[in-house]
């Protein structure tokens, strides 16, 4: 029994949500192995083998991978998904992209975003925005599976030596072709990957507003920006700054959710965090119920007034 891992990466170094990954495919028995397909992605071939519990690395190498697209990625998963009981992604952009066209080639059903391995073939995923939790058992032959990397910790980066092992790459299927992109620049920690992130919502009232009461208690933090729906929906904060069953999903050390009543969407994003501390002046906000800490407040007068707590310390 061996599971594949396929690691995002930009071609350089290896994401975090890989390390994640990585730890769900140990749980399920076996060999681990990861498979790099990219553009002279040499050095993140060679990251991917110090993963501690990482046995080999397969490396396909081409210029059809360079930027990740979902219909060359799944025909490279393909030509290797007979070595493999396990398939594995992690439940990110790329991953939902991918890992669906290779469930369907295999004529096996998807086991989607799961948050516990209980057995080879018996898994543990959330369901209802988070409110239930769905025990699934697969009975075919192979698992394609996309992981929750919020539900499982960090495989270390280090102390691997895992074999890097050359495959012949697929040829680019023609399907699709990369045109362009727009990235956003800043120098807040991504979302995802944040230890710490400060979130505001709709009571904000303006994106003037969110930036004024957010922003400072951010930078004294070293904190990402987040928001939940409502917030976003009304132009106060970017869409890529979204927390919850449709935007992104976070489990930070610490979580600061201010003007936010706490929706269903919106918990199912983010109550997984270690520390929720909560800022509503309505007491009957369901965002009390995951809080660790709630300070029943007008968020305009005790943000600040943490953030000027926060400075004196």
């Not at 620049?185 to 991504?190: A, G, L, Q, V, Y």
């Not at 930078?219 to 106060?236: E, I, N």
């Not at 201010?258 to 269903?264: D, M, N, Q």
């Amino acid at each position: 029994m061996t599971a594949l891992v396929i690691a995002e990466h930009d071609n350089a170094s290896i994401k975090g949500a890989t390390l994640n990954t990585v730890t769900a495919a140990a749980a399920c028995g076996g060999d681990v192995h990861v498979l790099v397909a990219g553009h002279n992605a040499g050095e993140a071939a060679k990251a991917a083998a110090q993963i501690a519990g990482v046995s080999k690395v397969i490396h396909a190498d081409g210029e059809q991978f360079a930027h990740g697209l979902a219909e060359n990625l799944s025909a490279q998963v393909l030509a290797l998904a007979g070595n493999y009981s396990h398939i594995l992604f992690p439940a990110t952009a790329s991953g939902k992209n991918t890992a669906p066209r290779v469930a369907a080639k295999l004529d096996v059903a998807q086991i989607s975003d799961i948050t516990k391995v209980d057995a080879p073939d018996t898994f543990e995923r959330p369901i209802y925005a988070g409110n239930a939790i769905a025990i699934v058992q697969s009975a075919d032959e192979k698992k394609v599976i996309t992981v929750r990397t919020t539900g499982f910790d960090s495989a270390a980066a280090t102390g691997g030596s895992a074999a890097v092992e050359t495959a012949n790459a697929v040829g680019d299927s023609g399907k699709s072709s990369f045109v362009g992109q727009e990235i956003a620049k800043s120098d807040r920690p991504e979302l995802t990957a944040a230890k710490v992130i400060v979130s505001g919502g709709r009571a904000l009232g303006s994106a003037e507003k969110f930036n004024e009461v957010m922003t400072p208690l951010a930078d004294k933090l070293g904190a990402a920006l987040g928001a939940s729906r409502a917030a976003v929906d009304a132009g106060y904060a970017p869409n890529d700054w979204q927390v919850g069953q449709t935007g992104k999903i976070v489990a930070p050390q610490l979580y600061i959710a201010a003007g936010i009543s706490g929706a269903i969407q919106h918990l199912a994003g983010m109550k997984d965090s270690k520390v929720i501390v909560a800022i509503n002046k309505d007491p009957e906000a369901p965002i009390f119920s995951v809080a660790d800490y709630g300070l029943e407040a007008d968020l305009f007068a005790a943000v600040p007034e943490l953030g000027a707590a926060i400075g004196r310390v």
